[in-house]
């Protein structure tokens, strides 16, 4: 009976409860199996909150009851459901357990069973000892009357662990907020500490009607070296960061889906890690609508990050980025992503940013809409970025000039296949390494610097270049040329050309100045020398 009972027990933590305890004693409602599993329990599984002196009228205190049963629900060693009633229990302190038994809190659902803290530093925190007896919290709101009322929820395992084999916590179908959201609002809203495998998932979190920065609630989900986060299903407004990323994790990090995140500086931040490499499953097919950071991270390998609407707030006065790879970001695939500019904002803009040391990133498909600040880029590849692959990326409606990719001075070398945009790629002039550019559109106009003797070929996105020098100038050689560089000179009236062993001119005939004037002439480089192979004259 013992072992029947147990196993019915665990095959119910897995399940949505509080329909289940709303309708178990109801005659009228069909059995599910899940249904007859909880009837099928032991009365001593099941305890009700209002058993242990709960009024739940919203202004009696019911901290005492509460602690009473969560005390005794850690007295069965199967592990107990606690049901909240519908109702409000108000609760004058911080509840705080440490679980050494399997512990299920379900209430009636969203806005049916509401805790409300009335003190400063409220919430409720679990701890739970055992990793394979994380508990479980659904179907209910946590509400706070105070500006800064603390952590709403907090669970941690301790000790801390190495290696964890557990499902984790669940947690599901919660509300947490401020009672008068224009004055009351929770610190943070969910705290994870030291936590493998939590599912987080049918759950709002909403800081205090804020719209300029710094938001007062300082986070929704933090996630202090926890492994294995996984998040759907959820909305959060109105905080500095949705998502915070703490302290150092073993291993595989977060996988987020399905949200929306309104009106918040930093959707996910990502950027604690000052070394090393945090794994992430993926961010995709979410709403982002932040002042600052859609999505912000250093030192993250392996993610993937893709179907993602992303807004720049119209009230933003800040330098936004959509996703920014800061540092040590490495074989990450981007893809498929809209982010836009606004233009009721102020700031700049960037859609993407691969920044510093970043490696083998797959850019592909990412849109940049509605772009209205001055001098934009849709994917700005920064100092020591190398090998990256940006295909197929697009500058779309805009009001302002926007560069589809540009290429900062110190980059490494990098692939920029196919992007498109009204201002096409750029590349700094004085780019240290050679990019590898084709087939982006529009293609720029090239010029060689004007009244050179010498002038460079680097970076070139095309193979086509004209002339314009202002006076008589003779080209007597082509320089920062690769292997097989081909180019293709439209010649003005003031160009011509001086044949040496390096510099090779059909028959070892110098060109004179002007001869060539509206015609064309191509050179392809070889090992140690540039070689005429046509004109046009």
């Not at 019915?8 to 007859?36: F, G, I």
């Not at 030291?194 to 804020?210: A, C, M, Q, R």
């Given at each position: 009976m013992w072992f029947r009972c147990r196993?019915?027990?665990?095959?119910?933590?897995?399940?949505?409860?509080?329909?289940?305890?709303?309708?178990?004693?109801?005659?009228?409602?069909?059995?599910?199996?899940?249904?007859?599993?909880l009837r099928a329990l032991p009365s001593s599984a099941i305890i009700s909150l209002k058993d242990y002196g709960a009024i739940c009228d919203g202004s009696s205190d019911d901290s005492a009851a509460f602690s009473a049963a969560l005390t005794t629900g850690m007295s069965n060693s199967m592990g107990r459901i606690l049901v909240l009633p519908q109702g409000t229990c108000a609760l004058s302190s911080k509840i705080s357990v440490i679980l050494t038994n399997k512990l299920t809190i379900v209430g009636a659902g969203r806005g049916a069973s509401i805790l409300k803290w009335t003190n400063p530093d409220g919430g409720l925190a679990l701890t739970y000892t055992n990793q394979y007896l994380a508990p479980s919290i659904e179907g209910m709101t946590f509400l706070t009357t105070r500006a800064g009322g603390g952590t709403a929820l907090t669970i941690a395992l301790r000790p801390a662990l190495t290696t964890a084999n557990d499902v984790g916590p669940i947690i599901r179908d919660i509300d947490i907020r401020g009672?008068?959201?224009?004055?009351?609002?929770?610190?943070?809203?969910?705290?994870?500490?030291?936590?493998?495998?939590?599912?987080?998932?049918?759950?709002?979190?909403?800081?205090?009607?804020?719209?300029?920065?710094?938001?007062?609630?300082?986070?929704?989900?933090?996630?202090?070296?926890?492994?294995?986060?996984?998040?759907?299903?959820?909305?959060?407004?109105?905080?500095?960061?949705?998502?915070?990323?703490?302290?150092?994790?073993?291993?595989?990090?977060?996988?987020?889906?399905?949200?929306?995140?309104?009106?918040?500086?930093?959707?996910?931040?990502?950027?604690?890690?000052?070394?090393?490499?945090?794994?992430?499953?993926?961010?995709?097919?979410?709403?982002?609508?932040?002042?600052?950071?859609?999505i912000i991270a250093s030192y993250i390998v392996q993610a993937h990050l893709s179907g993602l609407l992303i807004y720049k707030a119209h009230l933003s006065k800040s330098a936004f980025i959509g996703i920014e790879l800061l540092i040590g970001n490495t074989n990450n695939r981007l893809i498929g992503n809209h982010i836009e500019d606004n233009p009721a904002a102020t700031g700049g803009f960037t859609g993407i940013a691969v920044g510093t040391n970043a490696a083998y990133n797959t850019v592909i498909g990412n849109t940049c809409d509605y772009v209205v600040t001055a001098s934009s880029d849709c994917v700005a590849i920064g100092a020591n970025a190398r090998s990256n692959i940006i295909i197929a990326n697009v500058g779309g409606?805009?009001?302002?000039?926007?560069?589809?990719?540009?290429?900062?001075?110190?980059?490494?070398?990098?692939?920029?296949?196919?992007?498109?945009?009204a201002s096409g790629v750029a590349v700094s002039s004085n780019s240290v390494a050679t990019q590898t550019i084709f087939n982006n559109s529009p293609l720029p106009d090239q010029i060689l610097t004007i009244n050179s003797t010498t002038p460079s070929v680097k970076s070139s996105q095309h193979e086509a270049w004209r002339t314009a020098n202002t006076s008589s100038t003779t080209i007597t050689n082509l320089t920062d040329g690769t292997l097989g560089q081909r180019v293709t000179l439209l010649l003005d009236a003031n160009t011509g050309f001086s044949h040496s062993r390096s510099f090779v001119l059909r028959s070892d005939t110098d060109i004179a100045v002007g001869a060539g004037s509206g015609h064309t002439i191509t050179f392809i480089r070889y090992s140690d020398k540039w070689v005429e192979q046509s004109r046009s004259f």
């Open positions: 196993i019915a027990l665990s095959a119910l933590l897995v399940l949505p409860l509080a329909p289940l305890l709303a309708n178990a004693k109801d005659p009228a409602t069909s059995a599910s199996e899940s249904q007859r599993a009672l008068n959201p224009s004055a009351d609002y929770w610190t943070d809203g969910i705290k994870l500490i030291d936590v493998w495998y939590p599912t987080l998932s049918h759950f709002t979190i909403k800081g205090k009607n804020e719209v300029t920065l710094p938001f007062s609630m300082q986070s929704g989900v933090q996630y202090i070296r926890s492994q294995g986060v996984f998040l759907s299903a959820f909305t959060m407004q109105h905080m500095q960061d949705a998502v915070l990323q703490g302290g150092t994790t073993l291993g595989e990090g977060l996988n987020a889906s399905a949200f929306e995140l309104v009106g918040v500086k930093n959707g996910f931040n990502l950027s604690s890690w000052t070394s090393g490499a945090l794994a992430i499953q993926g961010i995709q097919n979410g709403h982002i609508n932040a002042y600052a950071r859609a409606r805009s009001g302002a000039a926007i560069d589809t990719v540009s290429v900062s001075k110190d980059a490494g070398p990098n692939i920029i296949v196919g992007n498109h945009s």
